[in-house]
């Protein structure tokens, strides 16, 4: 079998005549985009993508100049749970100097072209990433040319970074485990997106538990959302017509937790004597519903802020081996959670 040829690289002249410009409009775009126009610098950019002009080449072509900008890409800003990651992220910067720069991953494919020329004009000088997923794509190759990155709150062997995260499977082992201890038998599970690595390690901690304890696992018990308030409350009600529905449910989330407590009261179940309700990470409003949410409580703003110290580390010139920096996390029992009636 003949070996493929490789292909060659993508050159400045390829991204020119690709856009239909000069190659001196191509370094202006990504040098100075300002002094485009934004339909050039729009035809560049898209250019640079179709191409996949390397980065190393474009390291060649613009000399890099020491930014004091970080941007952190968060799954969905929307979310109440990265308020204080981004908090601890930007007090740290601050502190240190540095801007911090917030990108939207829920609406990816709008900004994928925006997230994507800031780091090649070497606009940003660090990345932190609140999910497990780059909002651009790029080969192995090419990720060892973007600048320093750093992931917090999930963890993706695929990626090689730096991590700083809980023990999501054991939390929500432990999680499990207390509500074994209540007398539950019939626990239900919320589970978030299966592509997300966190939920796979908290389904595990929520499998493993009831192995443990002698329960088989029901995998009508088993069910996915998205982490929003109103997936969460349909995936209860379609728990809840089952010929023996659960006493307790696990959440994902505080926000599907919620969203599982306001539909409980629909369908006129009492919280806790009814339905024990556990939720994840503890955000400030889970100690303000009505009961007071049982959750696992994350150290939101240290993950943020642990996470900006690794990154300051590289950026400062020091070797950061890859792998997980895990902090703690703690189980707050409050009122959603009861002995099941008997």
């Not at 035809?43 to 474009?58: F, H, M, N, W």
């Not at 020491?66 to 979310?79: A, G, H, K, N, Q």
């Not at 307790?248 to 409980?264: N, R, Y």
Request: net charge positive; aromatic share 6%.
């Amino acid at each position: 079998m003949k070996n493929k040829k490789k292909l060659p690289m993508a050159t400045m002249k390829d991204v020119a005549k690709m856009a239909g410009v000069s190659t001196a409009t191509v370094s202006r775009a990504l040098m100075n985009p300002e002094k485009v126009s934004t339909p050039t610098r729009q035809k560049v950019e898209q250019a640079v993508l179709a191409l996949r002009y390397s980065l190393r080449g474009l390291s060649r072509t613009i000399k890099r100049q020491e930014s004091r900008t970080i941007l952190v890409i968060t799954p969905d800003i929307c979310d109440p749970f990265f308020a204080d990651v981004i908090q601890g992220i930007e007090h740290t910067a601050t502190q240190q100097g540095y801007m911090v720069l917030i990108g939207d991953c829920a609406h990816q494919h709008q900004q994928e072209h925006t997230f994507f020329n800031l780091i090649i004009t070497k606009q940003i000088g660090g990345m932190l990433l609140l999910g497990s997923n780059l909002p651009f794509d790029v080969s192995k190759e090419e990720q060892r040319h973007l600048p320093p990155m750093v992931m917090a709150n999930e963890f993706s062997p695929a990626l090689e970074l730096p991590t700083v995260h809980i023990d999501n499977l054991t939390a929500a082992f432990e999680a499990m485990h207390y509500l074994y201890q209540l007398g539950h038998r019939q626990i239900a599970c919320i589970a978030g997106p299966e592509q997300i690595s966190l939920s796979h390690y908290r389904l595990q901690g929520y499998i493993q538990a009831l192995r443990r304890n002698g329960i088989s696992v029901e995998s009508s018990y088993i069910t996915r959302s998205d982490f929003t308030y109103e997936v969460s409350a349909q995936a209860l009600a379609a728990l809840m017509v089952q010929p023996k529905p659960p006493t307790a449910v696990f959440c994902h989330s505080d926000v599907m937790a919620i969203g599982v407590l306001s539909q409980a009261k629909k369908m006129s179940l009492r919280v806790p004597q009814d339905l024990s309700i556990v939720g994840f990470d503890d955000i400030k409003l889970a100690q303000y519903c009505d009961p007071p949410l049982t959750t696992v409580a994350q150290p939101r703003y240290q993950i943020g802020r642990q996470a900006m110290l690794l990154l300051l580390e590289q950026l400062h010139g020091q070797k950061v081996a890859s792998g997980s920096r895990l902090l703690d996390s703690e189980l707050i029992i409050r009122g959603s959670t009861a002995a099941p009636k008997r």
